[in-house]
């Protein structure tokens, strides 16, 4: 979101109650977001769970997490069951999609997301967002494959830019902790961030 686009909404929503999320944000956290959907399609699919933890201080701080699981409203296939591991019977009474992600706001306020191809995750949340708050996602966006990228190119400009997250974590070595699980994908997510800023500073 442009700084022109943000004043206006600051601006408009001043007297609102999500006003909050438009404020430039001045504290240390980094906040690692990943979500299970029912499949790829921002504009068809649903999101299934939701995971994030901050970083702050150079540690994941897990024990400040934010979990959910999210009931869907429609049927997902045997495919999407073997990537996440979620059956529909565990999220049938789970909170509607735009409950859970009401409740994610409330906990994430205007911290900047990070995440792993972010601009999925946001476009998926973004299917809610403007019928809670009036506005699209305004947090600010930390991309780890693209960051990964920009260091790989400098560090390596002859080499082969494999951005598969599989391939970044052996580059970093990162262990990928309980894979296709939200929680799991966003703490390995922040661990690599970590990771990544350490060869960036070395």
């Known amino acids: 979101m442009n700084a022109i686009r943000r004043h206006y909404l600051r601006w408009r929503h001043r007297q609102q109650p999500w006003a909050g999320l438009l404020a430039p944000y001045h504290g240390d956290d ?48 045997i495919e999407s069951i073997r990537h996440h591991r979620l059956r529909p019977s565990e999220v049938a009474d789970a909170l509607p999609p735009r409950d859970a992600v009401r409740a994610l706001l409330h906990w994430l306020g205007n ?15 973004n299917r809610h967002v403007p019928a809670i708050t009036g506005f699209a996602l305004p947090n600010a966006r930390l991309d780890l494959a693209r960051a990964y990228a920009a260091w790989l190119r400098h560090a390596r400009p002859t080499g082969d830019l494999d951005l598969r997250f599989d391939t970044l974590l052996d580059a ?31």
């Open 111 to 125: 911290r900047p997301l990070l995440g792993y191809n972010i601009g999925f995750d946001c476009a998926m949340l």
């Open 30 to 77: 980094v906040v690692s977001i990943d979500l299970e959907t029912t499949g790829l399609d921002p504009r068809r699919d649903e999101i299934l769970s939701i995971a994030a933890v901050p970083i702050r201080g150079g540690v994941v701080r897990v024990s400040e997490r934010f979990t959910g699981l999210v009931a869907p409203g429609r049927d997902f296939d």
């Open 172 to 202: 970093l070595n990162v262990p990928a902790l309980g894979r296709h699980s939200a929680l799991g994908d966003a703490c390995t997510t922040a661990a690599a961030w970590l990771a990544l800023s350490a060869r960036r500073a070395a």
